[in-house]
């Protein structure tokens, strides 16, 4: 049984920063992928990182040079650090992972998933 559990997520400026937390715990394949979603109201959830378990990562381009998705392997805590966040980033962030090294952009081909956190940011 996995589980992951966000935090982070708050209230910002535009401009500001947020890091958002996932705590894992359970069984971990020795290849996998974990990644960050989102969705904002009224829209569909769309990747924003993803970081395999060889170290590759990838991002949205809506997010590319702004956000970071790191993961300390000690802690079993997948992180997504967010700078210049923008009005647009605001939605309820996912943690996610599966098994096996592939990182899809479909959501629907994740199997475990976080509750979410929220960032709102004001212009």
């Known amino acids: 049984q996995v589980q992951l559990v966000e935090s982070g997520g708050a209230p910002v400026q535009a401009g500001g920063s947020l890091r958002l937390s996932c705590a894992r715990s359970g069984y971990r394949a020795t290849s996998y992928c974990m990644g960050w979603f989102r969705q904002a109201p009224g829209k569909e959830r769309e990747g924003v990182a993803t970081i395999r378990s060889d170290g590759k990562v990838t991002y949205a381009d809506s997010v590319k040079g702004r956000f970071t998705i790191s993961e300390d392997n000690a802690k079993n805590i997948l992180y997504l650090e967010m700078n210049d966040l923008k009005p647009e980033d605001t939605a309820m962030y996912y943690c996610?992972?599966?098994?096996?090294?592939?990182?899809?952009?479909?959501?629907?081909?994740?199997?475990?998933w976080g509750q979410g956190t929220q960032v709102t940011v004001s212009s």
């Open positions: 996610t992972q599966k098994p096996g090294g592939y990182c899809p952009t479909s959501q629907a081909q994740y199997r475990d």
